[in-house]
């Protein structure tokens, strides 16, 4: 399988927390995601548009920070033309965009002069519950 997000030739990276310990590196993160990435997982203003060929819309800020529980790091986002954040992440010296194909051959700056922050960001329950989903699914692929 090819891989086409941002970064993905940074793929090597392994988590630093043990709960997620069963994750070989971001490509298997990605196969995982792929599975679990659903229409309700997406932001609710994108849903009409979620499909199965497009799994990565709407579900960038849930997995930023889902991913920097797996890796730690820092999230991002990249100021949209709708004022929205599309969120991204970087650990260490890597940054990448797991969620990156939803803009198809769009190419985004990935500048890291917007820092994100999970209580910013998950003042809004909806969100927070989508998250707290993600990271469920996510868990049970352990066993």
């Given at each position: 399988?090819?891989?086409?997000?941002?970064?993905?030739?940074?793929?090597?990276?392994?988590?630093?927390?043990?709960?997620?310990?069963?994750?070989?590196?971001?490509?298997?993160?990605?196969?995982?995601?792929?599975?679990?990435?659903?229409?309700?997982?997406?932001?609710?203003?994108?849903?009409?548009?979620?499909?199965?060929?497009?799994?990565?819309?709407?579900?960038?800020s849930?997995?930023?920070?889902?991913?920097?529980?797996?890796?730690?790091?820092?999230?991002?986002?990249?100021?949209?033309?709708?004022?929205?954040?599309?969120?991204?992440?970087?650990?260490?010296?890597?940054?990448?965009?797991?969620?990156?194909e939803?803009?198809?051959?769009?190419?985004?700056?990935?500048?890291?002069?917007?820092?994100?922050?999970?209580?910013?960001?998950f003042?809004?329950?909806?969100?927070?519950?989508?998250?707290?989903?993600?990271?469920?699914?996510?868990?049970?692929?352990?066993?």
């Amino acid at each position: 399988m090819g891989y086409k997000y941002y970064g993905n030739e940074n793929y090597k990276l392994k988590p630093i927390n043990k709960d997620f310990g069963f994750i070989k590196d971001l490509h298997h993160l990605y196969d995982l995601m792929s599975d679990i990435w659903c229409e309700y997982s997406c932001a609710p203003r994108m849903r009409k548009d979620w499909s199965k060929d497009n799994k990565t819309l709407g579900q960038c800020s849930i997995t930023s920070f889902l991913i920097q529980d797996i890796y730690g790091g820092e999230v991002y986002g990249v100021l949209l033309p709708d004022g929205a954040y599309h969120c991204y992440n970087k650990v260490g010296d890597i940054v990448f965009d797991l969620t990156s194909e939803q803009f198809g051959d769009e190419k985004l700056t990935y500048d890291l002069s917007n820092p994100q922050y999970r209580e910013e960001h998950f003042k809004s329950e909806e969100k927070y519950q989508r998250y707290l989903y993600l990271k469920e699914q996510l868990l049970k692929k352990a066993k």
